[in-house]
Each structure stands twice: as structure tokens, then as C-alpha cells.
């Protein structure tokens, strides 16, 4: 089992649609979670940290759920520049602490 | 501020053939990362630095795959013999020291082994 786990999608949304995106990760002890943005042919970028009580950032929100072991994000108001690629990324410790990357979730935003 | 910057950007190499790629991490930041990427993949961690030091290099394909970051600021990552099976986008990245930090990616270098 992979230590971070997401659905590659393609989720095929229409502007304005809500849609939310969960990631599972295996390790109980992990303490730091991320939502990544990845632009086609670009670097990650962060889009939020993740915290216990959740957070909100204009159209994006990010929850943590620790007894399941899942994050998700949910984005309001799709636009077209949300197309892009989302990675789920925990860090979890062991030594030293590792950002451990989920293989990503594709959306796509259509007219 | 300048961000984490990578070079080359892209690279064509025959199998066999030695590579190298360089990494210039955001100033001030201790921690570096070198993560390789596949299509449709997340980027999976090669090695990780603290200053000069690689604290975790677990996952670096040792027979073939070499990195240093002697001055604990800008690191090299070497491929002798690179293999088909190499081609993917190596991705440096940068943080400062702490667990619930931001890392900063450069560009990264696509490799294309043929």
C-alpha cells in the first residue's frame, strides 16, 4: 500500500461546479499535511497547509481527518484557471521528516 | 527573491552516457531535496539534505546515482550510467529547517535517455 493515496482522476467539472478531492495516507503518526498545485509541464506549488480544525481560504478548503486518516479539498466556484493537477502531500516522521507526495488528482474546468 | 533554480532545464542523452544536473536553492534555506517525477506520478524523494549532510538517501539508486552538496548550498546530482528507464523530470526543491514548512520546487530538468 502506497503512503499516500489519491484518485488520478480526470474529474471533468463545468465552471461554477463544486468539487472536492480526498486523499488517504497510511503512516498515524504523520504530522504536516499539504495541498500541492501542479501546473502541465510547471513545478508544484503550495496551494494550502492542512490544519486539525480545517481551513478555508477564499474558494478552497482544505479538512483533516486524523481518526480516518484522509485530507480533502474542496473548491467552490469553479473557474478555468483551476485546471491543473493536485497533489495530497504528508509528512510524516521517522527519523527525519519527508514530504511524501500522492501520485496527484487531474481537474479539469470546462466552459 | 530569487526561487530554487535548476539547470539545464532539458536534457537528450544516449543510454550509457553520464548526466549531471545543479541545483541553487532559495538563500537561507537549509533542507534541499532532489524528488525524480514521472507522467502521471507525484514527485518521489531521491535525497534529502540538512546543510551539507544527506540525512536521507534511502531511496537513491546508489549503484548509478551520486549527489553532493559540499558547502551545504548548491547540489549536484549525478547519473553514471544513465538507463532508458532514467527519463523522467528531476525536481529540486528547498526549505528551511522544520516540519511544518513550505518547500519551494525549482523548474526542474526533463531527461530524455535514448
Known amino acids: 500500500r502506497k503512503e499516500v493515496e489519491q484518485d488520478p482522476g480526470p474529474f471533468n467539472v463545468p465552471e461554477g461546479a463544486t468539487v472536492a478531492f480526498n486523499c488517504t495516507y497510511s503512516n498515524s503518526a504523520s504530522q504536516s499535511f499539504f495541498w500541492y498545485r501542479q501546473d502541465c509541464r510547471k513545478e508544484p506549488k503550495l496551494l494550502m497547509s492542512?490544519?486539525?480544525s480545517g481551513n478555508e481560504d477564499g474558494r478552497f478548503t482544505a479538512q483533516l481527518n486524523r481518526a480516518s486518516q484522509y485530507i480533502s479539498l474542496l473548491i467552490r466556484d469553479s473557474k478555468l484557471s483551476d485546471s491543473a493537477t493536485y497533489l495530497c502531500?504528508?509528512?510524516?516522521?521517522?527519523?527525519?521528516?519527508?514530504?511524501?507526495f500522492g501520485r496527484g488528482t487531474s481537474l479539469i474546468v470546462h466552459p | 527573491e530569487a526561487g530554487v533554480v535548476q539547470s539545464p532545464r532539458y536534457k537528450i542523452i544516449e543510454k550509457k552516457q553520464p548526466v549531471a544536473f545543479w541545483c541553487n536553492p532559495i538563500?537561507?534555506?537549509?533542507?534541499l531535496y532532489w524528488y525524480l517525477q514521472n507522467l502521471g506520478q507525484g514527485p518521489e524523494l531521491l535525497i534529502r539534505?540538512?546543510?551539507?549532510?544527506?540525512?536521507?538517501d534511502s531511496q537513491l539508486p546508489k549503484d548509478r546515482f551520486s549527489a553532493e552538496r559540499l558547502k551545504g548550498v548548491d547540489s549536484t546530482l549525478k547519473i553514471q550510467p544513465a538507463e532508458l528507464g532514467d527519463s523522467a523530470v528531476y525536481l529540486c526543491a528547498s526549505s528551511p529547517s522544520g516540519l511544518n514548512t513550505e518547500a519551494f520546487f525549482g523548474q526542474g530538468t526533463r531527461l530524455t535517455v535514448v
Open positions: 539534505y540538512e546543510n551539507e549532510e544527506a540525512v536521507d
Open positions: 502531500v504528508v509528512t510524516s516522521p521517522g527519523g527525519s521528516y519527508i514530504p511524501t
Open positions: 538563500s537561507g534555506h537549509n533542507t
Open positions: 492542512v490544519y486539525s
